[in-house]
């Protein structure tokens, strides 16, 4: 099995694992991110303010100690286990080739009022400040088998991610550079991109993408999607940016209510970023 998930990500780029999670954990988890969504709505802890947009289609963290404060420690203790999953975690090992480091939680849900299909992406060229620069970090990171991992599980069932089998390990063809790239990107959201196959997911299965493949989502109002989404890095490959960026995991008694095998995977995330977070929350203004 391990050499299975192993092959397929290496050579399509994704993998789809059914049933990860049974009906009743996927009930479960559904009424605790569900009521975090609601609070983040209210009151997003990270800015204090409510988020008064309609259309946003996702929330980040949902891990942050704010939404723990006032839940049983049960609700917390359930997160925390889908997360460092023994399943989730050993189908990570297997893929990346070492020790999975966690990065972020988030959580996908449609949009409640306007409907717009995703654009094609490839997560990099968020990084990249020309077309040269994301070309020459494509290349490397292929050269360099480099490998994160975006892990989606419905919650209700969906077929709203869409991903280009083999896209990670070239440049786009001239057909899938056209919608990407050309014109300022005015065709990214096309619908005629070639081999691109959408993933129909049952609630509990799991999606997993290499994000530097040729990828997107549907936001679709009347689409109900609930979807967490948990991401990876290499241990030997830590990242210190918005989504690592998660210093309430200093909070006293922060994972204390884990069980010892849960809090056992995040620790090491504790390790590599704790001083960063110190430092950003000292640069912070007072
Ligand atoms: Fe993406």
Redesign the pocket.
Known sequence: MVRDWRETWEREGYLVVPGIFEAARVERLRAIADGIHEQWIACDPQTGQPRSNPDEHCMRHLNHAAYFHDRPAADFSELMDAVADDLILGIARAILRETPLFRCTTYWFNPRKTSVDGNW?R?LQFMAKSEEEERRRMEAAIAAGESAI?MQIPLVDSDDIEFVPRSHLRWDTPAEYEIRCAHGRANNTSNRMPGALRLALKAGDAALFN?NGL?RGRYHADKPRRTLMFTYTKASRPLFDYFSDQPWFREPGYLDRLTPRTRAFFEPFVAEYQDRWKQAQELQPA
């Open positions: 992406h997560d975006q994000p990828h």
